[in-house]
């Protein structure tokens, strides 16, 4: 189970644009698997050549931890599809990139236990350290069927690996809720993309990490989360800005906010729990409970 490790253009592009080494090819499909379609295009980027294929969206990726990225344009059937395949530096890179992408999912595969997200355009899955988007052109049942198709065998050549929620996340409470979708947040860029909502709550340059989880309860809504800092320095900031004071272990502090009542828990020297609640308490009191047992632990 995971723990926190805390105390809780066009010349560019071509010369970017290169054929894979001989191990990497191994995650291209071949024509032969693509069940009457053709590949177009295929191309490789890393860190560097990143920029030349999807400008200035490479930033998000370099700040979650990229290693490398695989193109495979395709055509069937008249549609195009374009398969992209993000290695990122580990699981919780992969993991959270995926997170902060995805949106509105409303098909589920049964090749995927978990960390898929399927729409009428595109697919997404994460699986091991690689981020995988597929999308198509149409969104008709064809487009959809294909896209589905390209994603079965883009994940049978991935290593089998994910990501672990967080100790607290896999409470009986909070476990079904993360099954659905946890946010992991790393930084501005990520805050931008996958929860914009909080940031205020951190207008600081600096590196953080926020392990998010949205609840919906028959009550309403609210919504729980790990805050990782890299050092104390940070940890302070955080609670200056947010009109609090320094949480000791195990100390909790509450605050009410136009909208909301949050509820701020010292875990560890590094990291705060959060709860932020649209309800009254007495509907979240069991969600209370459970976190400061998990902390008193």
């Known amino acids: 189970m995971y723990k926190p ?14 054929t894979p080494a001989q191990n990497d090819s191994l995650l291209f499909l071949t024509d ?5 379609g053709k590949t177009v295009r295929t191309g490789r980027y890393d860190g560097k050549s990143l ?16 290693r490398q990225a695989f193109v495979q344009d395709i055509r069937y059937n008249s ?3 374009k398969i992209e395949i993000y290695q990122m530096t580990d699981l919780e890179s992969a993991y959270g990139i995926f997170s902060v992408s995805t949106f509105r999912c409303t098909d589920v595969d049964p090749n995927f236990s978990r960390d898929y997200c399927g729409t009428r355009h595109q697919v997404q899955f994460v699986k091991a350290d690689h981020y995988v988007s597929i999308t198509n052109e149409t969104g008709d049942e064809e487009g959809i069927k294909y896209t589905r198709f390209l994603a079965s065998h ?18 009986e409470l909070f476990q ?9 947040i790393k930084g501005e860029l990520g805050l931008q993309n996958g ?11 600096g590196k953080y990490t926020i392990m998010l989880l949205p609840m919906v309860a028959k009550e309403g809504e609210f919504n729980l989360a790990i805050l990782e800092f890299p050092g104390h320095e940070e940890r302070v900031t955080f609670c200056k800005i947010n009109n609090l ?3 000791e272990v195990g100390e909790m502090a509450s605050r009410k906010s136009n909208v909301a009542e949050e509820y701020y828990y010292g875990y560890n020297n590094n990291c705060i729990i959060v709860l932020e609640s649209f309800l009254p308490k007495e509907f979240i009191s069991k969600y209370i409970q459970a976190i400061e047992e998990f902390i008193s632990r």
Do not use: V
């Open 5 to 18: 490790t805390c105390i809780l253009i066009s010349l560019f592009l071509l010369s970017s644009f290169s």
């Open 32 to 36: 032969d698997e693509l069940n009457g």
């Open 51 to 66: 920029w030349g294929y999807i400008n200035g969206g490479a930033d998000i990726y370099l700040e979650y931890g990229f």
């Open 79 to 81: 549609t195009l599809y």
């Open 154 to 171: 883009i994940g049978s050549k991935i290593e089998e690996g994910r990501y672990e929620f967080p100790d607290l996340f896999q409470h």
């Open 176 to 184: 079904p809720a993360c099954e659905q979708g946890m946010k992991l």
């Open 195 to 205: 929860f914009p909502f909080w940031s205020g709550k951190f207008t600081f340059p």
């Open 245 to 247: 004071d320094l949480l």
